[in-house]
C-alpha cells in the first residue's frame, strides 16, 4: 500500500449509496473508495441520496412522488403503461429525480467547503443523476461501467421501458458526461458508446478496467496453472443474478450434453437459477450468495477456487467482472461475445469466446476442447492468472485514477 504524503490528496466522491456498504451497484463504489484510500487519498464523502424526514425544496418532493409512482414493485407492464399514457410525465418524473439528487449532492458539498475542508477534486461512480447539474469549479472524475445506450441494449427491465423515459435516461446521461472533466470506463465498447451516442469528447475519455469483488484471502497461495478438468471431474461455475439474461438454462443444456458424451461435468450455479437448472442432475444450485457476508462469502471463494472453468453465455454484458474472479483463482472462462467481455476475456489467451448466438452444443465443444487439451488449459489459465494480477485488480484500477486526479488537479 503507499505511504500517504503529508498533505493527501482529498477528492470528494460523490454517491448515491452508502460508500461503507459493499452491496449496491454490484459493490462498486466500496470497492473504488477503498482502492483509492490503498493510494494514500483522503475520502470526503458527498451525499448524494434523498433524505426522509426534512424539509425538502419542490422538486424534491416531485422526485420523491415520481419515486413513488415508478417504484421498483410496480410490474413492469404497469411502468410501460404509465410511460405511453404520459409521456410528459414520464419524463418529467426522470429529470425530476436527478435535479433532486444533484442538489442534495451540490448541498451536501457546499456544507463541506463552508466547513473549511478542503477538496481538491470530484470523484463519481454511476452517479449521472447527481453529477448532471452539479455546479463546481473543481475537477469533475467520472466514472460509468455503461451508458445510458448500453443498459439499454443490457437489461430488459430498461429496453421496455416507454420511449419518453429511456430519451430522459440518455439526457441525464449525456449531461453528466458533459459536466465531467475526465470520463473513465472500463472497456472501449463503452467509451466508444458514450463518443458515439451521448457526444463525449473522445480527447475527454480514458479506458481503465475494473477489478474482482471477490478475492483469494490469501492471494500468493493461487499458483498457476492450476489443475485441468478431465473427463472424469469437470466443474463448471455460472455467477447469474439474472439467470434469463445470463442464460443459465443454456449453460445447464450444454453441462447435459457433455454428461451424454461421457463427461463426468457439474455446473455450479450461483444465484437463483431457474425451473430447468434446478431440477437438472447435472446441476449443483448453489443459491443467491451475499458479498457482505461472510459465509457467504467463503463459500464463493471455495467455489471459485474448485471450478475449473466459469462459462457466461451472457447475452448483454457491459463488462463482466464473474470471469476476473475466476481469472484471480488461476481458473479460465468461456464467455460470449456480449458487451465488454471479449476484453475482460481475451479468446484463445484467457479462456475462450464464442458468438452470442452459439447453442448449447457449441459451448459444450468448446470446455470439452479445453478438458481434451490439459496443456491448453494450463496455458490459459497462466495466463488468465497474470493478467489478473497485472490489470483487472482494483490495485491497477487505483493507480491509474490517482494518476488521472494528479493530471486535473494540476491543470487547475
Not at 475542508?117 to 461512480?125: P, R, W, Y
Not at 468461456?334 to 475482460?344: E, R
Amino acid at each position: 500500500m503507499p505511504t500517504p504524503s503529508h498533505n493527501p490528496i482529498r477528492v470528494g466522491v460523490v454517491a448515491l449509496t452508502d460508500l461503507d456498504d459493499p452491496n449496491p451497484l454490484s459493490g462498486m463504489p466500496y470497492r473504488m473508495v477503498n482502492a483509492l484510500r490503498d493510494q494514500g487519498i483522503e475520502i470526503v464523502p458527498i451525499s448524494a441520496e434523498l433524505q426522509t424526514g426534512t424539509k425538502r425544496s419542490s422538486i424534491d418532493r416531485a422526485a420523491r412522488r415520481a419515486q413513488s409512482i415508478h417504484t421498483r414493485r410496480t410490474p413492469l407492464w404497469a411502468k410501460r403503461f404509465i410511460d405511453e399514457l404520459m409521456p410528459n410525465r414520464a419524463r418529467q418524473s426522470v429529470l425530476d429525480r436527478a435535479a433532486a439528487h444533484s442538489n442534495a449532492a451540490q448541498r451536501s458539498l457546499q456544507s463541506r467547503l463552508d466547513a473549511g475542508e478542503s477538496i481538491d477534486a470530484l470523484f463519481g461512480c454511476c452517479a449521472s443523476f447527481a453529477l448532471c447539474s452539479l455546479e463546481t469549479e473543481l475537477p469533475i472524475i467520472s466514472f460509468s461501467d455503461a451508458t445510458a445506450s448500453v443498459l439499454e441494449a443490457t437489461y430488459r427491465v430498461r429496453a421496455k421501458r416507454g420511449n419518453a423515459y429511456r430519451k430522459a435516461l440518455r439526457e441525464i446521461d449525456r449531461q453528466a458526461l458533459a459536466n465531467a472533466t475526465i470520463s473513465v470506463f472500463p472497456t472501449p465498447i463503452i467509451q466508444s458508446s458514450a463518443i458515439k451516442d451521448l457526444g463525449v469528447d473522445p480527447a475527454r475519455t480514458r479506458v481503465v478496467p475494473m477489478g474482482a469483488h471477490v478475492y483469494p484471502d490469501n492471494p500468493e497461495s493461487i499458483t498457476a496453472p492450476s489443475d485441468a478438468p478431465s473427463r472424469g471431474s469437470c466443474k463448471l461455475l455460472i455467477v447469474a443474478a439474472d439467470p434469463i439474461r445470463k442464460r443459465v438454462d443454456l449453460a445447464t443444456e450444454a453441462t447435459e450434453i457433455l454428461r451424454t458424451r461421457g463427461i463426468n461435468a457439474t455446473l455450479h450455479v450461483i444465484g437463483k437459477g431457474t425451473a430447468k437448472s434446478n431440477s437438472s442432475e447435472a446441476v449443483d444450485p448453489v443459491g443467491p450468495l451475499k458479498l457482505s457476508d461472510q459465509t457467504d462469502r467463503a463459500t464463493h471463494q471455495a467455489l471459485l477456487r474448485s471450478c475449473h472453468i466459469q462459462v457466461l453465455p451472457s447475452l448483454g454484458e457491459a463488462f463482466g467482472i464473474s470471469p476476473i474472479e475466476s481469472a484471480h483463482f488461476a481458473r479460465p472462462s468461456i464467455v460470449s461475445d456480449a458487451g465488454g467481455l471479449p476484453f475482460v476475456v481475451l479468446d484463445g489467451k484467457t479462456g475462450m469466446v464464442l458468438p452470442i448466438h452459439a447453442p448449447a452444443n457449441a459451448w459444450a465443444d468448446a470446455i470439452e476442447a479445453l478438458t481434451s487439451d490439459p496443456d491448453k488449459y494450463r496455458t490459459q489459465s497462466a495466463h488468465a492468472l497474470k493478467r489478473a494480477r497485472e490489470e483487472l485488480n482494483w490495485d491497477a484500477w487505483g493507480a491509474r485514477i490517482k494518476q488521472l486526479i494528479q493530471e486535473q488537479i494540476r491543470l487547475i
